[in-house]
T-cell receptor
């Protein structure tokens, strides 16, 4: 079946603009994760959604970052008033389960490369 | 807070030689441990994971890793490197009972030479 897909694959924006990044998880996966991969910070957890539970937002770097997951499927990561330090590859992953003690394999999408000029 | 240290940001081996990529974790309670591989311009792919069952874990593509609690290590090995193994490798941990969110190491770029 289809894997995790992300769009756009590349996004160039100007400092101060808002951007939306989309993630389509694998069908039937209840958990969805966002990570960021940057030269300075490596791979960082941002946020994760598990079923109907409140999302774990503990990794979001500032209140300019938000995410939602509609209908338990597609997720959108929004960055408001982008800054140059937001430039990174944003990775989405999904897993079949994702509860407190889950170790279900996370399947990663190819990422969205964000460049803030 | 747990953390992961990968010694050696770049490792170079000859084709057919042993591959050893090092990973040490810092956690008061042994966490779940993972190795992921990232090929150029591709997403991350799980190689193997330790979830408190057998301490020697076998993964895909001939890789394996051994969990050693006394050394807080989870080193990745492969007996004989192949050119197609050239990629970046990430060690990661997740906290037991803390959800499935991963904390990654800084990665090791593996180069395989003829």
């Amino acid at each position: 079946g289809a894997g995790v897909s992300q769009s756009p694959s590349n996004k160039v924006t100007e400092k101060g603009k808002d951007v939306e990044l989309r993630c389509d998880p694998i069908s039937g996966h209840t958990a969805l994760y966002w990570y960021r991969q940057s030269l300075g910070q490596g791979l960082e957890f941002l946020i994760y959604f598990q079923g109907n539970s409140a999302p774990d937002k503990s990794g979001l770097p500032s209140d300019r970052f938000s995410a939602e997951r509609t209908g338990g499927s597609v997720s959108t990561l929004t960055i408001q008033r982008t800054q140059q330090e937001d430039s990174a590859v944003y990775l989405c992953a999904s897993s079949f389960g994702g509860g407190a003690s889950s170790t279900d394999t996370q399947y990663f999408g190819p990422g969205t490369r964000l460049t803030v000029l | 807070a747990q953390s992961v240290t990968q010694l050696g940001s770049h490792v170079s081996v000859s084709e057919g030689a042993l591959v050893l990529l090092r990973c040490n974790y810092s956690s008061s309670v042994p966490p779940y441990l993972f190795w992921y591989v990232q090929y150029p311009n591709q997403g991350l792919q799980l190689l193997l994971k330790y979830t408190s069952a057998a301490t020697l874990v076998k993964g895909i593509n001939g890789f394996e890793a051994e969990f050693k609690k006394s050394e807080t290590s989870f080193h990745l090995t492969k007996p004989s490197a192949h050119m197609r193994d050239a990629a970046e490798y990430f060690c990661a941990v997740s906290e037991i009972g803390g959800g499935n969110k991963l904390t990654f190491g800084t990665g090791t770029q593996l180069k395989v030479e003829l």
